[in-house]
């Protein structure tokens, strides 16, 4: 299995960013998540999504400023990511096969995409 991460970048304050998750393999079909890693802090959860993209999981920290979705066509995840914070600068994951919110709980990650957030 292999995760692409990509989508991230320097954006001011305020501003949004979409991370993609392109997914290789077969196990591509089960629950994906997104993580991140802020300088100097450990990895934290960030959401996860099903297979079927019915239900989603967000942490408390983001809820109802980050979106995850997923296009089982395209073996692809996203992460729209609206009015960013300084806070919100990290590393950004993905992660395939697992579950939960703890790191691990999960088999399979991506690079990272680094999200700087400029106030």
């Known amino acids: 299995v292999q995760l692409q991460a990509s989508g991230g970048g320097l954006v001011q304050a305020g501003g949004s960013l979409r991370l993609s998750c392109a997914a290789s393999?077969?196990?591509?079909?089960?629950?994906m998540a997104w993580f991140r890693q802020a300088p100097g802090k450990e990895r934290e959860f960030v959401a996860s999504?099903?297979?079927?993209?019915?239900?989603?999981y967000y942490a408390d920290s983001v809820k109802g400023r980050f979106t995850i979705s997923r296009d089982n066509a395209q073996n692809t995840c996203y992460l729209l990511i609206n009015s960013l914070t300084p806070e919100d600068t990290a590393v950004y994951y993905c992660?395939?096969?697992?579950?939960?919110?703890?790191?691990?709980?999960?088999?399979?990650w991506g690079q990272g995409t680094l999200v700087t957030v400029s106030s």
């Open positions: 992660a395939v096969d697992g579950s939960g919110r703890l790191v691990a709980g999960y088999k399979y």
């Open positions: 999504i099903i297979l079927s993209g019915v239900s989603t």
């Open positions: 393999g077969r196990t591509f079909g089960v629950r």
